[in-house]
């Protein structure tokens, strides 16, 4: 497919459309070509290619620059293209998508011979998820298939929560992105495997092991946990969002105690640093020397806000970002396992 032009003759890749629906048939037009699209969800904003397509997909790889073993998320535009997509499908996983479908609950089930090793990292399993965010829905609906998408950021930076933070990050590597407004959730799906032979949570997100009991009678493992159910020499399948390091800033993160937050930023501060402090509950000193984020002190709104803030301090040319810590209520969950990550990927390639 030509490359898009205006009509100065300058190229339109990676501009921001309105999702009306002549912008999501045009969209829908581009993913069938074989090109790359931004796509908003519920989570963050997606990089979406045809997931049939095994050369549209490797575009997603190269312009996050993602290695290729690292498998991307199906998502569909119903429950009912399952089959399609998954070679089998236990009683529970079936229970759970009319639970949380649509939503942000991805399912990590044994895949069918259709699914390209280009979406599943070369694994026999592929995860799979429908979203709830309206424009995603239409997008999938007018296409009548599965489209990959992982988060549509540079590999291991800071998830994109609106359409101006994808085009910042790929700029032209995206045919178009469609503006669907800030995501409503703002942190990615929860992850759920159901390829072995008890579930087991491999990314924590929004939908909680509660949750999960409530719709099938069991609390699913969490990744790591030591459970006789599960074969020791049988690994849990690669996804996305499991390295160490990931979701990360470009500034040096720290994760600190409440009690230390204070101290340790003055501290840094009288050194000459330029330090950024992210905060949701301790008060503001009011040092001018500091640069002060105040969180909501709700985990649901926090998680909304995380990216968006990260990215806004990230821009502020500070020396650290300190992150008060987080409490250990079972709602914190994903979003301490977000800043773990940011905090471990943080500060390369400054």
Not at 26 to 36: K, N
Not at 42 to 71: C, M, Q, S, W
Not at 254 to 268: H, P
Request: net charge negative.
């Amino acid at each position: 497919m030509s490359e898009p032009m205006s009509k100065a003759g300058e190229s339109t890749r990676g501009r921001i459309e309105p999702a009306t629906l002549v912008a999501i048939r045009e969209a829908a037009d581009l993913l069938r070509a074989g090109d790359v699209v931004g796509m908003p969800t519920e989570t963050v904003y997606g990089l979406a290619a045809d997931a049939l397509n095994p050369e549209a997909v490797k575009k997603i790889f190269r312009a996050k620059g993602r290695p290729a073993d690292h498998p991307l998320i199906v998502h569909l535009p119903a429950a009912d293209h399952l089959p399609r997509w998954a070679a089998r499908i236990p009683k529970d996983a079936i229970a759970l998508a009319r639970a949380f479908w649509p939503g942000p609950l991805t399912l990590i089930l044994k895949r069918t011979a259709d699914v390209p090793d280009e979406v599943t990292g070369g694994q026999d399993t592929v995860g799979l998820r429908v979203p709830s965010h309206p424009v995603a829905l239409a997008l999938l609906q007018v296409f009548d298939s599965g489209i990959a998408a992982p988060s549509a950021n540079r590999f291991g930076r800071i998830s994109p929560t609106t359409a101006a933070h994808v085009q910042e990050e790929l700029g032209e590597k995206v045919a178009m992105v469609l503006d669907g407004g800030a995501c409503e959730v703002g942190i990615e799906s929860t992850i759920l495997d159901f390829s072995r032979d008890a579930p087991e949570i491999l990314r924590p997100g929004a939908i909680t092991p509660d949750d999960i009991a409530r719709v099938i009678g069991r609390r699913p493992l969490m990744r790591g946990e030591a459970s006789s159910a599960l074969d020791a020499g049988q690994a849990a399948p690669r996804v996305s969002g499991a390295l160490a390091a990931h979701y990360a800033p470009r500034t040096p993160v720290r994760l600190l105690a409440s009690s230390r937050l204070c101290e340790e930023a003055a501290m840094l501060a009288a050194e000459g640093s330029r330090v950024a402090v992210l905060t949701h509950s301790v008060a503001n000193p009011h040092d001018s020397r500091l640069i002060w984020q105040a969180m909501p002190a709700d985990a649901a709104a926090y998680a909304h806000d995380l990216y968006a803030s990260l990215r806004a301090l990230d821009t502020l040319d500070a020396d650290f970002i300190l992150i008060e810590s987080l409490p250990e209520a079972p709602a914190w969950r994903a979003i301490a396992d977000r800043l773990q990550r940011a905090a471990v990927g943080s500060g390369e390639g400054r």
